[in-house]
């Protein structure tokens, strides 16, 4: 893969699902399929949204350690990114994400309580084509 930011963004920007792993609290994977990222900054940076009640941010609070995988079905390939999750609250990291229609999850609006911002940092990668699979640097 000659260049990493373009292939792994463009399979990020066009992959209709992410799926997110964390660890539980007996250190077994745990898998989840999310709506793609809402932003992301360059490929080391991703923006997910999330309900603060739910098990994957109680998963990350107690272990930050995360892998984000998305996968391009019509051509077989897929990218596996490995980094950390954090949970963020603040109202900066709330609006740059929050789209027209979100209070469908979240009625009380952007202040929701129950309304969060999964960030997930990525500090390697692996991504898989033509039968191959190489590991890059992120």
């Known amino acids: ?4 930011v373009q292939t792994i963004g463009n ?8 799926f997110i792993g964390s660890v539980d609290g007996d250190g077994f994977p745990n898998m989840k399929a999310m709506l793609p990222p809402r932003c992301r900054e ?3 940076t991703l923006y997910f949204t ?5 098990m ?3 998963q990350y609070r107690a272990n930050p350690k995360a892998c984000v995988y998305f996968c391009d079905r019509r051509f ?7 980094g950390t999750m954090e949970i963020l609250a603040d109202s900066a990291s709330k609006q740059l994400i929050w789209r027209d229609g979100d209070t469908l999850y979240y009625p009380l609006g952007i202040t929701d309580p129950d309304y969060c911002v999964l ?3 990525a500090q ?3 991504y898989y084509s033509d039968f191959k699979s190489e590991n890059f640097p992120v």
């Open 50 to 54: 999330t309900n603060t009640s739910s």
């Open 11 to 18: 399979l990020i920007d066009k992959s209709g699902v992410a």
């Open 76 to 82: 077989f390939r897929g990218v596996m990114l490995t």
């Open 119 to 121: 960030r997930f940092t």
């Open 56 to 58: 994957r941010v109680r």
């Open 124 to 126: 390697a990668g692996r």
């Open 1 to 4: 893969m000659r260049n990493p």
């Open 42 to 44: 360059g490929i080391r």
